[in-house]
């Protein structure tokens, strides 16, 4: 799995884009990128991923760049619900089946 | 539908003792994965069991041991509890093993273990 790396922490008003960016720079080309998210005392909850294209759900969109070494989830419309710690991950289909999971980004909503 | 489910939620032991985690997979998964996170770290792995088979294990010592069931449940057992145990322990579920194109795993509650 390659290695990514994340700001540890970021704020983010209420209301406003949260933009969290992920550098993957070793990323192989198999490996997709997975964004979870783990709010206080709580199991992780999955939120999006891609290969190459950029990805929208309802949750959250997913711009990775086209050298695909990095990438940014963006939350639309932040709300106080989204304070979390947002976790980016980088995983070969079916590699070692674990996902690798670093420190994150704290993101804190602010109203 | 129901998502994961871990029992229980929280868990008392002392050193030396012995303690089994028990999870339950999202229905029709048959993939279950185990993680120890501690406080303030992201979390770990340490099993992934599919169709009752170990399909992968993390760098944790044989104390550790898990195990899935026809109903593709798992039990997590660790030995010999040390203090360093103390954890919230997580279970995930996904239809196949790994995460593969389209695939996700679904991440349970927790259950969160304090070795005194």
């Known amino acids: 799995d390659a290695k990514t790396t994340q700001p540890p922490s970021m704020d983010c008003a209420e209301g406003r884009a949260a933009n969290l960016p992920c550098n993957h720079s070793t990323i192989s080309g198999n490996e997709y990128v997975y964004w979870y998210r783990q709010i206080h005392s709580q199991g992780p909850q999955y939120i999006i991923h891609?290969?190459?294209n950029n990805e929208t759900n309802e949750m959250a969109s997913l711009i990775i760049t086209e050298d695909r070494k990095s990438s940014t989830l963006i939350l639309p419309h932040a709300t106080l619900r989204d304070t979390a710690v947002y976790y980016c991950i980088a995983e070969a289909p079916y590699n070692n089946n674990d996902m690798r999971f670093g420190a994150g980004t704290r993101l804190t909503v602010k109203p | 539908d129901a998502g994961v489910t871990q029992s229980p939620t929280h868990l008392i032991k002392t050193r030396g003792q012995h303690v089994t985690l028990r999870c339950s997979p999202i229905s029709g998964h048959k993939s279950v994965s185990w993680y120890q996170q501690v406080l303030g770290q992201g979390p770990q792995f340490i099993f992934q069991y599919y169709e009752k088979e170990e399909r992968g294990r993390g760098n944790f010592p044989d104390r550790f041991s898990a195990r899935q069931f026809p109903n593709y449940s798992s039990e997590l057992n660790v030995n010999a509890l040390l203090l360093g145990d103390s954890a919230l322990y997580l279970c995930a579920s996904s239809l196949l093993p790994g995460t593969g194109a389209g695939e996700t795993q679904y991440f349970g509650p927790g259950t969160r273990l304090l070795v005194l």
């Open positions: 891609g290969l190459k």
